[in-house]
């Protein structure tokens, strides 16, 4: 097992050593077998629990599987599968054979999938019955893809042959001997979100997984063996890879998966009768659960603690749910490149409306355009270094360069740093607005609009004048029971010039039914931007 080094942070980050030969999934599936948690349960999803024997038998067994087929190591196979056990057991069984599995969103499209299998080219697909109906118009048409194999009922009738993932499992061995990676070596790949531009495959090695328990499930989260954890974003994303695979099996916890959306029925139904005791969420998902009826009371739950990420908290919520719950939401950010949380607020030092302070193991600085040191208070641009930076985009130099500058990792985010070592998220780099001279973020008006009672979710964005000057527009979901009006547009404006700066106010405001956003939660502001110019 590897260990966490003795490195003085003041010179280097703290890091973890790996032997010269490591294999991630491996390390994962034995540390809870060696420290005697065989019949302990690993998992739990829609339908049934899987002890760690279990699980190790089914990894092994789908690794022979994927051997057999002919994948060789360090050929990928795309992995488009909702989240059951069989999710966990393809993507360790890939990595013991040093196979990389390439993890994609459950909610795309039909040509985002033929452009990752393009990509990648993927010599096989793992996809749920639910989502094959999105992928069999591909097939035929994938000149390196080989094999389909199907998670879950053989629904309906096909003109493409495809396996069953359970009967792959039931006709394979359930011992292998894992490949002999290197702790340096590709492992696997996520997609960025797509949230601009197309997606990039960005390819992780064997070290990070387990660096990302180390340095910030442990340590900061705390986490226990005794927890059961909840993570309401998905295996595909990296923030939930972690929250539910990484870090449970770090400490020998147990993770509670769930295939259908994360809406806020599905959730109270799985907080309620499974009572998990950790609860990561994303911004509008807290947004969501506090505005639902059917909101649990306080006492009803199990949670001692909350995290959030994917975009910038705002304060109002993370108080509410802690007046709501009694129970503290740990806001932080990672990113897919960074694979996790490398800044985050602590528990009992918890400052809503920042994301807290950096993980012990990164260091960061916030730069301005010509590349030099911020003020105290001053935004620049937020870059990170540490252990888990991906190795780089796959068939994307001039990306990977701009992205990931020598050890330094840039985020793409607005930040700014207070005297006490905060950090304060301002808004991604292409999205913060210069009003009248002066920076205005984006999440500070949003902020402040979703602290109104009619206001469930705000978006804003940059719009030329008249005079072509950039002013902010909103974009505005209500709450139920409440009409989109002139009346009520000019109150939210007056309500925005109360809280903040009167140039911060927006001076257009669109009422729409829903915020476009990618799988992960991400506000779409492009798509909005669009909307606005058309």
């Known amino acids: 097992m590897p260990e966490l080094s003795s490195v003085d942070p003041s010179v280097s980050p703290p890091a973890v050593s790996f032997p010269r030969q490591y294999n991630a999934a491996h390390d994962l599936i034995e540390r809870n077998l060696r420290a005697g948690r065989a019949d302990k349960i690993a998992f739990i999803d829609d ?3 899987y002890s760690y024997a279990e699980l190790a038998r089914r990894a092994n067994r789908f690794a022979n599987a994927i051997t057999t087929l002919g994948v060789q190591p ?48 993927a010599r096989a697909l793992l996809v749920s019955d639910l989502l094959w109906p999105k992928l069999e118009p591909l ?74 328990a180390e340095l910030f499930a442990r340590p900061i989260l705390g986490l226990r063996e005794d927890d059961l954890v909840f993570s309401a974003a998905k295996l595909f994303f990296a923030y939930g890879l972690g929250n539910g695979l990484t870090f449970p099996m770090a400490v020998g916890a147990t993770a509670l998966l769930m295939a259908e959306r994360s809406i806020p029925e599905a959730i109270f139904k799985r907080l309620r009768e499974k009572q998990p005791t950790v609860f990561y969420g994303i911004p509008t998902l807290f947004a969501s659960l506090l505005a639902s009826p059917a909101l649990p009371a306080k006492g009803e739950l199990r949670m001692r603690l909350c995290t959030s990420a994917g975009e910038a908290l705002p304060a109002d919520i993370g108080k509410r749910w802690t007046a709501h719950f009694d129970v503290e939401i740990l806001d932080g950010i990672g990113s897919t490149e960074m694979l996790h949380v490398f800044l985050s607020n602590r528990a009992g030092k918890v400052r809503y409306g920042t994301t807290g302070l950096p993980i012990p193991g990164y260091d960061l600085r916030i730069l301005d355009e010509q590349g030099q040191p911020v003020p105290t208070g001053d935004v620049g641009e937020l870059q990170v270094r540490g252990a888990t930076a991906a190795m780089g985009y796959w068939n994307n130099r001039e990306k990977t360069r701009d992205t990931f500058q020598g050890p330094w990792t840039r985020c793409g985010d607005k930040y700014s740093l207070d005297a006490d070592g905060y950090y304060t998220y301002a808004g991604r780099s292409d999205d913060m607005l210069k009003v009248g001279g002066i920076y205005v973020s984006p999440i500070e008006v949003e902020s402040a609009l979703i602290t109104h009672p009619a206001v469930l979710e705000a978006a804003v964005i940059g719009r030329p004048d008249d005079a072509m000057l950039v002013k902010p527009q909103a974009f505005v979901v209500l709450k139920s029971g409440f009409a989109a009006t002139d009346a009520l547009a000019s109150e939210l404006q007056q309500h925005v010039k109360a809280k903040l700066a009167p140039y911060k106010y927006p001076r257009w405001i669109e009422f729409i039914d829903e915020l476009p956003k990618t799988a992960t939660g991400k506000i779409q502001r492009f798509r909005l931007r669009a909307r606005a110019a058309s």
Not at 81 to 89: A, C, S
Not at 97 to 121: K, Q
Request: aromatic share 8%; glycine share 8%.
């Open 47 to 49: 339908a049934g629990s």
């Open 74 to 121: 360090e050929q990928r196979v795309l992995l488009c599968m909702v989240d059951t056990i069989d999710w966990p057991v393809a993507f360790l069984g890939c990595i013991l054979a040093g196979v990389v599995p390439v993890a994609v969103n459950t909610l795309l499209t039909t040509d985002d999938y033929e452009y990752m299998l393009r990509d990648s080219r």
């Open 139 to 212: 097939m035929g048409r994938i000149p390196s893809l080989q094999h389909v194999v199907l998670s879950g009922e053989m629904v309906g009738a096909s003109k493409v042959p495809r396996l069953s993932f359970p009967a792959l499992l039931g006709a394979a061995s359930g011992q292998f001997s894992a490949l002999d990676t290197s702790p340096d070596e590709a492992c696997f790949w996520l997609y960025s979100s797509g949230s601009t531009g197309a997606p990039k495959g960005t390819v992780h090695i064997h070290s990070s997984l387990v660096n990302t």
